[in-house]
């Protein structure tokens, strides 16, 4: 069976070799049909659940829309003068989120600053909030149920520190190392010793 699909599929390109558009655009098709890639959407919900999917450390800084942003936007673009709706040249583009960034104390972030081609756009952009917390920090904030149980400060088994048991482990060859430097001054790490090299 996947000898006569690879016979076709060999047969369909050997013809087709004199159209280089329609063969490239076949292997970019057979190339991608094992892996689905996500649709692309310029619109910022669609950057925001791009956002939420891939993770939830990234260097934003909080943001909570004020209840008049979209007013004061428009003050804005009614004191640059702008005529339209749309955002015409780049200078325009930069002057005007320049100076919304000066009245909102909130910049755009680089990735999304092509996606803002009306002042509209803009106002969706300033009237989205930004949260940063992390989803294990707002489990704090919510009541579990009685059968879950979230230790937020966990304890690392260091044998100089540890009396519980004299410094014997349960894991004599196993390591505990502190890989992260955001935990490295919280907790200390050890590297047992070893028997073997």
Not at 101 to 115: A, D, I, K, M
Not at 169 to 195: C, D
Request: net charge positive.
């Amino acid at each position: 069976m996947l000898l006569v699909y690879f016979y076709l599929v060999t047969s369909v390109m050997a013809t087709l070799r004199k159209t280089p558009i329609l063969v490239g655009s076949l292997q970019r098709s057979f190339a991608s049909a094992a892996k689905a890639k996500p649709t692309k959407s310029g619109s910022i919900s669609a950057v925001g659940e791009s956002i939420a999917a891939k993770g939830f450390l990234r260097p934003l800084k909080p943001y909570s829309p004020p209840k008049d942003a979209a007013d004061r936007i428009r003050t804005v673009a009614a004191s640059l003068q702008l005529k339209s709706d749309q955002l015409g040249s780049l200078s325009e583009k930069f002057e005007f989120l320049n100076a919304c960034f000066q009245e909102l104390q909130h910049g755009v972030p680089n990735s999304q600053v092509h996606e803002l081609r009306t002042i509209s756009d803009v106002i969706a952009f300033y009237q989205t909030s930004v949260n940063t917390t992390v989803p294990l920090d707002a489990l704090k904030r919510v009541e579990l149920p009685e059968n879950l149980h979230i230790q937020y400060e966990y304890v690392r088994f260091n044998p100089e520190t540890d009396t519980k048991f004299n410094g014997q482990t349960a894991f004599p060859k196993s390591s505990t190392l502190v890989t992260g430097l955001k935990y490295r001054g919280k907790y200390q790490g050890h590297e047992a010793k070893r028997s073997w090299p």
